[in-house]
């Protein structure tokens, strides 16, 4: 299956998600939709969650950013936000299914991911055992991602500024004053 091929069925499920919830959608609406034939779709997707599972990679590749850079690590955590936001239906429609905790974890993922490339920068120099620096990372991006739920069990109603805002606040310096908690004085 080509690239582009993948990329429709992608669009279709996206298209399908806007009038069906997640459950309730089929392989046959989504080859119906593409104009190919079950066996391309079977191909290469075990099932509509598996093509769910590639749709946030490719997403999440395209749109997330890898790493948070010191200088605009705001607008860098912003981005989960405005991604959630320009797709609620979608983000909304996978949150109230079944698939909802491996939304949560590959955008913890994710978010890990970012604040770990932010704390290895404000921890630079500082002698901190790795199990306890993992123990920070790992207790902000829970941090970010329980906000973030919150948000959505909302309905995503609150407007996102405010979501962010709160995120930013407990963030800003805490994760250096937090790592320099843990520092391990010689």
């Not at 992608?10 to 069906?20: G, P, S, T």
């Not at 991604?83 to 939304?103: G, I, K």
């Not at 123990?135 to 909302?154: R, T």
């Amino acid at each position: 299956m080509s690239s582009s091929t993948k990329e429709s069925l992608a669009a279709a499920l996206k298209q399908m998600m806007n009038v069906k919830p997640i459950g309730k959608i089929t392989v046959k609406d989504l080859v119906e939709i593409c104009g190919v034939n079950r066996q391309t779709f079977y191909y290469h997707f075990d099932d509509v969650y598996d093509l769910l599972e590639w749709v946030f990679e490719e997403d999440a590749n395209r749109f997330l950013p890898q790493k948070v850079v010191y200088e605009h690590w705001r607008e860098d955590i912003m981005i989960y936000l405005d991604y959630l936001q320009e797709n609620s239906t979608f983000a909304l429609n996978v949150y109230n299914s079944n698939s909802r905790l491996y939304m949560l974890r590959y955008l913890e993922e994710k978010m890990e991911g970012c604040i770990r490339s932010f704390a290895e920068i404000v921890s630079e120099g500082q002698n901190i055992d790795r199990q306890d620096f993992e123990f920070v990372v790992k207790f902000y991006s829970k941090c970010a991602i329980g906000l973030i739920a919150q948000w959505m069990d909302l309905g995503m109603q609150l407007p996102k500024e405010i979501t962010v805002e709160r995120i930013l606040k407990v963030m800003d310096g805490s994760v250096e004053r937090y790592l320099s908690h843990f520092e391990i004085k010689k």
